[in-house]
């Protein structure tokens, strides 16, 4: 079995971190295994990183925002986990 890495950030208008971020991650570990979670519009993120996966999420509510980040990082891991869990989990026997 091999072992599966993603990069996951979440970003709001740091263009000059993300791209930093992008061109290590994705020299080391493919683009496309990166995760790029955009914390309101952005519409410079897809030419910064072009091959990788973008999730958007409003920028509504800023009550509680280090939790709220926290929380949806950590969702997000966990479906991950989840399905990489369920990918190589041992299939029952008939």
Aim: glycine share 4%.
């Amino acid at each position: 079995m091999s072992m599966k890495i993603c990069p996951l950030t979440i970003v709001y208008h740091n263009h000059w971190a993300l791209s930093l971020w992008y061109v290590h991650y994705s020299s080391q570990l493919g683009a496309k295994n990166l995760f790029v979670i955009a914390h309101g519009r952005d519409d410079k993120i897809p030419n910064i990183c072009p091959e990788a996966n973008v999730i958007k999420i409003p920028r509504d509510e800023l009550d509680r925002f280090d939790y709220a980040r926290a929380k949806i990082m950590n969702d997000f891991h966990s479906t991950l986990t989840r399905d990489m869990i369920g990918l190589y989990a041992p299939k029952p026997m008939n």
